[in-house]
């Protein structure tokens, strides 16, 4: 999960016997079309674990989207 490239801004959570998903998140004003905008004009993710972690800034940085978008997974 750590390498798949993808349009999340977090990284994805999994194991053998568990598939969490996206471990962070963002806030965002949503305008009456739809578009949403970032909390504050940039992005800040937010990250914790599934349990009863602390919420932190995350420092993770999103691998560059593959060309059309396609995820090779190498």
Same mark, same amino acid.
């Given at each position: 999960?750590?390498?798949?490239?993808?349009?999340?801004? +977090?990284?994805?959570? %999994?194991?053998?016997? #568990?598939?969490? *998903?996206?471990?962070?998140?963002?806030?965002?004003?949503?305008? /009456?079309?739809?578009?949403?905008?970032?909390?504050?004009? +940039?992005?800040?993710? %937010?990250?914790?674990? #599934?349990?009863? *972690?602390?919420?932190?800034?995350?420092?993770?940085?999103?691998? /560059?989207?593959?060309?059309?978008?396609?995820?090779?997974? +190498?």
């Amino acid at each position: 999960g750590s390498t798949f490239a993808s349009v999340a801004y +977090s990284p994805l959570a %999994y194991s053998k016997t #568990s598939n969490i *998903g996206h471990t962070g998140y963002y806030m965002a004003v949503m305008d /009456a079309t739809g578009d949403r905008k970032p909390y504050g004009g +940039s992005v800040v993710l %937010y990250t914790t674990d #599934s349990g009863n *972690g602390p919420v932190v800034k995350s420092t993770f940085k999103r691998p /560059a989207i593959p060309a059309k978008g396609l995820p090779t997974n +190498s």
